[in-house]
Structures are given as structure tokens and as C-alpha cells.
């Protein structure tokens, strides 16, 4: 097998490229609006209730229609989850590596219909959907190879005497719970690194990228991953999450997502439901502030030209993003004046056209971003943005930068 590589990048810049991107944005408009099953131990389920992905670039286009979940359906999620479960984990390691690898080349064949589904669904520009590709395929390359070597011969402690042999085995159903803003690329590596170690999941996509998931699911269904072993499952996760998470059959949770959300899964796990038998395990990547330091010493311009784009790619909406600067009072005035400047070249627009910037996600979103905006204007001052993008349909907010803001203040503190 070929040492592990990460997948390239497409080169936007180059036209043709750019316009097979814009020919597969077309394609996937035309199927705008079509009603998606949940898939449910291979079956296609639907409920009375609906939910609708809204493209946020123009919130009157409806992406797709997908289920609404109840307890009820969750069940039969997690029954059809324990019952793929039996079969699934005496299935050796090197096929179900397979399954991964097989996704994998059919992600890179349909790479430019992913990517734009991401456009049209949570507002991605061409680089930044494609990368989130990448990512997918990169994390069933590299979990497929690293469970081979799991599966192989571990190092233990040997001892006189004793024969020992240090196995890892298939823990059960795991419920997966994925954010929305790397909507492909974390959901495909959080489900495939479950399943390639013999478990089955319960997948539940972000409800503002439903699409993503979707894609996922038959993608799997594809390569002919067996019936029950993923199940896509749209809900909210205030009932039908809350129903998994703290189910006595779930084994682990695997979720990403803000840090009240991640506390409340935790919590909710750490409880013991009746008839369950062990201790749930729970893999919580939660919410970021992230900041960069930039002292006395370091390059002006490129640190300026970094900053920027670190905070404003994906318009910020990332753990890694880059949402505080803590600058040297040397050089603190000559860089928040070349921000300004370098803010002020950022184009915002429908990211199908693939501007730099495009809307946040949701309404949702925009409503708490300008709420935080007005507390910001409070605690500091406003020298970029700090609006609502006029004469644009969907959730476009201008970058904004706020200055000469204290250490303890809520802009400085808590994720936005």
C-alpha cells in the first residue's frame, strides 16, 4: 500500500478549473429542493414532520426537505444500529479498511459535486469546500491504514512464563454528532474511524447541513458499506439526540460543537440510564477563542496579512479561526491601521461566484453574531464593518474588527 499522502487542493485561479466548479454548482441547483429519506437499517424512513435546508446565500431557495425525528425513530435507529452491530464486528479489519478506501476514490470522482452541495448549503467558497473535501478523503486514507496497524500485533510488557496478546475489539453503537462547519469533513472522519474499528453509528448531521450527511450515507451505500451499520438519521438534537446520547444501549458519543452543547452531551452520558451495562464513552471536540500573539519583533505586513485571513476565511466560522489579536504596544497602531486597510479588500458576495466572503450560515447565526457586534461597540471601538451587508438576499455580515478591547471582556472571552 502507498504511504499515506494528503489530497491536493484544485487551483481555483486556473479558469477551467473554476468553471467545471461553476458547472457542478448548476448541476446540483437543478435538484434543489427534492424531500430526503432518513436510512434506517438500509431502509428509507419518513416522518409526518419535515425540516428544510435553506441555502444561505439566499435564504428563499430550499437546498432539501429532510426528516424531523422523534424519539420514536431514534429507537429504531439504535435497534437497527445493535443489530448491523452482530455481524459487522467479526467482518476482519482489512475489509472494513476497504470500505474506507473505496469511499475515498469515490469522493475524489465526485469531488466537484461535493464541494458545490457545501456551497449551496452552508456557504463555502470553492477553496474552502474543496479543502473541506480533501479533508474527508485524507481522514479515510489515514484511518483505513492506522486501523491495519491496529489490527496487527500490538507491543506489551512481556513476561516469563506467560503468553499475552493485546487485541483491540469493536465497542458497539456510537451515536456521531457532527457540526456544520466542516460539515463533510469532520462527519466523514468522526463516522469512518467508528465503523472501520467494527462499530456501528447513528448519524446525526448538523440540521444546517443535512445534505452533507446525506451525501455521506450514499456515498457508503456506494461501496456497498452493509445495511445498518451507518444510519442517517436527521433530529433535533434537543429530543431525538438527547434520546441517543443518554440511551443504556449507546456505547460512545463522538461530537463536535460549541462548548454548552459538548458539556451537555457529557453530562447527559455521564449519567446511568437502567438496563445499561458500561460506562459511556464520550470524544467531545467543543468551541475555540482562538488568538494570535504578534510582538515587537515579528514582520508587520505578513502578520497583518495572516491575521486577516485567519479571522475571515469561512467568515470566521471555525474553532481555528482567528477571533482576538493580542498585539505589542510597540507596533500596536502601525497594525491595527494595516488591518483596517487589509479588511477593506475583502469582497463579499454569493459564494457561488466565489468571492472571498460569503454569509454566515443561518439566521440563527447572523442574529447572534450582530447581537455580539452591539456588545463589542460597548466594550471597544469599531473600526471595520459592524453590519449587515445592504442589497444582499441571504446572511451576509460585514468583517468586523473591534479595537482597544480589555482582556475580561465578553468579546474577548466567549466564542461568537
Not at 464513552?281 to 482562538?290: F, L, P, S, Y
Not at 456588545?375 to 444582499?392: A, D, S, T, Y
Not at 455580515?397 to 474577548?412: D, F, H, L, S
Request: proline content about 5%; aromatic content about 8%.
Amino acid at each position: 500500500m502507498k504511504a499515506f499522502k494528503n489530497e491536493v487542493y484544485l487551483d481555483f485561479t486556473k479558469p477551467a478549473i473554476a468553471a467545471k466548479q461553476k458547472s457542478a454548482i448548476d448541476d446540483v441547483r437543478k435538484k434543489f429542493g427534492k424531500e430526503y429519506p432518513n436510512i434506517v437499517g438500509g431502509k428509507r424512513l419518513v416522518t409526518s414532520n419535515k425540516t428544510v435546508s435553506l441555502n444561505p446565500a439566499d435564504p428563499k431557495e430550499i437546498v432539501g426537505t429532510f426528516q424531523k425525528s422523534g424519539a420514536d425513530d431514534a429507537e429504531k435507529a439504535m435497534k437497527a444500529a445493535l443489530k448491523a452491530f452482530e455481524s459487522w464486528k467479526l467482518v476482519p479489519m482489512k475489509k472494513r479498511a476497504d470500505f474506507l478506501f473505496k469511499a475515498a476514490n469515490v469522493m475524489r470522482r465526485r469531488r466537484l459535486e461535493i464541494n458545490a452541495w457545501m456551497i449551496s448549503e452552508v456557504g463555502k467558497n470553492y477553496l474552502e469546500a474543496d479543502a473541506d473535501t480533501c479533508e474527508a478523503i485524507d481522514f479515510l486514507e489515514f484511518y483505513g491504514r492506522d486501523a491495519l496497524r491496529l489490527a496487527g500485533p500490538q507491543p506489551i510488557v512481556p513476561q516469563p512464563g506467560e503468553k499475552n496478546e493485546l487485541v483491540y475489539v469493536p465497542l458497539g453503537v456510537g451515536v456521531v454528532i457532527p457540526p456544520w462547519n466542516f460539515p463533510f469533513a469532520i462527519l466523514a472522519g468522526m463516522s469512518a474511524a467508528a465503523i472501520v474499528a467494527g462499530n456501528a453509528i447513528v448519524l446525526k448531521p448538523s440540521s444546517d447541513s443535512p445534505m452533507m450527511g446525506w451525501l455521506f450515507a450514499d456515498i457508503m451505500k456506494e461501496v456497498g458499506l452493509p445495511a445498518g451499520v451507518l444510519n442517517y438519521f436527521v433530529a433535533s438534537g434537543s429530543e431525538a439526540g438527547d434520546y441517543l446520547v443518554g440511551h443504556p444501549k449507546t456505547r460512545f458519543v463522538t461530537f463536535t460543537g460549541s462548548m454548552q452543547v459538548g458539556l451537555h452531551v457529557n453530562e447527559l452520558a455521564a449519567k446511568t440510564a437502567p438496563g445499561q451495562i458500561w460506562i459511556k464513552r464520550v470524544v467531545a471536540e467543543m468551541g475555540g477563542k482562538d488568538a494570535i500573539v504578534v510582538d515587537a519583533n515579528a514582520d508587520v505586513d505578513a502578520a497583518v496579512v495572516g491575521a486577516v485571513a485567519a479571522a475571515f476565511s469561512y467568515q470566521g466560522q471555525k474553532c481555528s479561526a482567528c477571533s482576538r489579536v493580542i498585539v505589542d504596544a510597540k507596533i500596536y497602531d502601525e497594525f491595527v491601521a494595516k488591518v483596517k486597510i487589509e479588511v477593506d479588500k475583502i469582497t463579499i458576495g454569493n459564494p457561488k461566484d466565489d468571492v472571498r466572503m460569503g454569509p454566515v450560515v443561518s439566521q440563527r447565526a447572523e442574529k447572534s453574531i450582530l447581537e455580539y457586534i452591539a456588545i463589542g461597540k460597548k466594550e471597544g471601538k469599531l473600526i471595520c464593518g459592524g453590519n449587515k451587508v445592504k442589497g444582499l438576499k441571504g446572511y451576509y455580515i460585514e468583517p468586523t474588527v473591534i479595537v482597544n478591547v480589555k482582556p475580561n471582556a465578553r468579546i474577548m472571552q466567549e466564542e461568537i
